[in-house]
């Protein structure tokens, strides 16, 4: 028997606030999180995109340095929004360690921050074994956020540890979702994590993908829809949901902050790079029917909308192939750029905020549509309106493209 998902609690990461209040107060009045980059030596004379969606607010790690010596920059963001979700959740010790309880979480690549000090010392002309760090490779590899949670907290269920670029934590609330929902595990903590990493703007800048037209003015771009937009903006943060089953939820009286209606994850079964219409749909249909929906019942849409030109382009043919121009469609990235591995949830929880004020945030920075992407419904001022039915999108390198469906719960 399927059983129902809801979501009790919530925390997160972002260059545009680290709490709800924060979060709420910079999307309504349109402040943009993106920045210039920080001075980096190694590659200030060769980037050609100076700017970053960068965290700088204050974070109040209180970690145990049994637990902080595994953790590089993105183990400690995950570990941290894991932690508050737990506070919020009311979840006892006993349950947590049941093994009814398991961690979905991931990030693009571990830590390139520590990979990058890895290398150094293995390629230096003086090279010896006790110049690398004991507990290097547990920092860096790419399900260090996961294992880092379960251990921190002593989760004994389910480990899952998504890997997949941009759709990172999409899947992992996905798969965190079907856990649940077939009766494997009784309550998920889901997210992603990806640290300030220049070398990540390196790759993109290498693939002509980056926003380089406004590195004197950082908070107009990226421009997803717009005209004028001219590639991806590169940022960092974190963020958590906790999944629970529905029956579990309420017998222990836990508040229910929303659905998880269904998801679907394709692939392209193509291009590695570059984004495909007649698969995105199919990736948005299968989530529908995954749903039970019709997309009529859908009232809002968060776009991926990295900005880039070809994107934007293929996402909105894509969203009117089988939305037409009903739904409001909202691309986040404008405020906190392209947060990698963590966007799908940044961008959910973002959603969550809107369901519960009764608004809608116009995508920032979008002020002249561009011509191949004026056949959906852009928001493009703040609304009031309630949003019962919300999906958020994901699609990221490799072909990997995903559906998630958020209602109110009822």
């Known amino acids: 028997m399927e059983r129902r998902v809801v979501i009790t609690a919530e925390a997160l990461i972002t260059p545009v606030g680290n709490t709800k209040g924060q979060v709420i107060d910079n999307l309504v009045n349109g402040v943009s999180g993106v920045k210039k980059l920080r001075k980096d030596p190694q590659l200030d004379k060769v980037l050609k995109s100076k700017v970053f969606g960068t965290v700088d607010f204050p974070i109040n790690y209180n970690f145990k340095r049994k637990y902080a010596k595994t953790l590089g920059p993105v183990g ?22 049941s093994g009814r309880m398991g961690v979905a ?55 899952i540890s998504s890997c997949t670029a941009c759709t990172t934590s999409a899947q992992s609330i996905g798969y965190g979702y079907e856990a649940i929902k077939y009766g494997l595990q009784d309550a998920m903590i ?5 640290e300030y990493d220049t070398l990540t703007v390196a790759v993109f800048d290498k693939l002509l993908a980056t926003s380089t037209a406004y590195n004197e003015t950082p908070e107009k771009t990226p421009r ?60 948005l249909r299968m989530g529908l029917e995954n749903a039970m929906l019709n997309p009529e ?45 963590t966007c799908g949830v940044i961008e959910a929880i973002f959603t969550l905020y809107m369901m519960q004020n009764k608004i809608i945030i116009p995508t920032l920075n979008l002020k002249d549509v561009d011509e191949g992407c004026k056949m959906i419904n852009h928001t493009l001022r703040l609304k009031e309106k309630q949003i019962n039915i919300a999906t958020v999108q994901n699609f990221a390198f490799g072909g990997v493209n995903t559906s998630l469906f958020i209602k109110m719960f009822n």
């Open 224 to 283: 997803p829809f717009d005209a004028n937009r001219d590639g991806l903006v590169v940022g960092e943060g974190a963020g958590a949901l906790l999944l629970e089953d529905y029956e579990f939820a309420k017998k222990r009286g836990a508040a229910i902050l929303a659905e998880v209606a269904g998801f679907f994850c394709g692939c392209n079964g193509g291009d590695l790079i570059h984004p495909d219409v007649e698969r995105l749909g199919q990736t």
């Open 76 to 97: 400690y963001y995950a570990c941290q929004v894991a932690k508050e979700v737990l506070e919020k959740s009311g979840l006892d010790e006993d349950f947590i360690s």
């Open 190 to 194: 889901c997210g992603g994590a990806d």
């Open 297 to 341: 019942q859908v009232d809002f849409i968060s776009a991926h909308a990295t900005a880039t030109p070809i994107g934007d382009t293929v996402e909105a043919e894509s969203i009117y192939s089988v939305y037409k121009d009903r739904p409001c469609v909202t691309g986040f990235k404008g405020f906190t750029g392209h947060t990698m591995g």
């Open 105 to 159: 979480f991931g990030s693009t690549q571990g830590s390139p921050n520590v990979q990058r000090e890895i290398f150094k010392a293995f390629f230096s002309d003086s090279f010896e074994l006790k110049n690398l760090k004991s507990a290097g490779y547990i920092q860096q590899m790419t399900h260090t956020t996961a294992v880092n949670i379960a251990r921190m907290f002593s989760i004994t269920g389910r480990i």
